[in-house]
Nanobody, 125 residues
């Protein structure tokens, strides 16, 4: 099992930036595909961005493409989500997730084995 802990959430004005971090322990993070999901109040959890085991393949939801960047530092077992040009509709709890069975990321919640506890991001207008 991989233990994941998110950090970096907070309150920011529209147009601002935040960088979320996800620190992994228990296994080598660099060997696994991972992703960020988010869940807004009253809505389903949705895919935001994913990265494969090597970091060379990345994918984004259409709503964040061009504004968010996913990356990971394998040796330090940290994954990041750089969020720029934030909008009020980006307000949600953000979760990181890792999958141990496959090397490529998935856009489906069911594709992941381990989840963090989430970090709140609030974007004010």
């Amino acid at each position: 099992q991989i233990h994941l802990v998110e950090s970096g959430g907070g309150v920011v004005q529209a147009g601002g930036s935040l960088r979320l971090s996800c620190t992994a322990s228990g296994r080598t993070f660099s060997a696994y595909a991972a992703a960020w999901f988010r869940q807004a109040p009253g809505k389903d959890r949705e895919f935001v961005a994913g990265i494969n085991w090597s970091g060379r393949s990345r994918g984004y939801a259409e709503s964040v493409k061009g504004r968010f960047t996913i990356s990971k530092n394998g040796p330090e077992n940290i994954m990041y989500l750089q969020m720029n040009s934030l909008k009020p509709e980006d307000t949600a709890v953000y979760y990181c997730a890792a999958r141990r069975t496959y090397t490529d990321y998935s856009r489906a919640l069911s594709g992941y084995d381990d989840w963090g506890q989430g970090t709140q991001v609030t974007v004010s207008s």
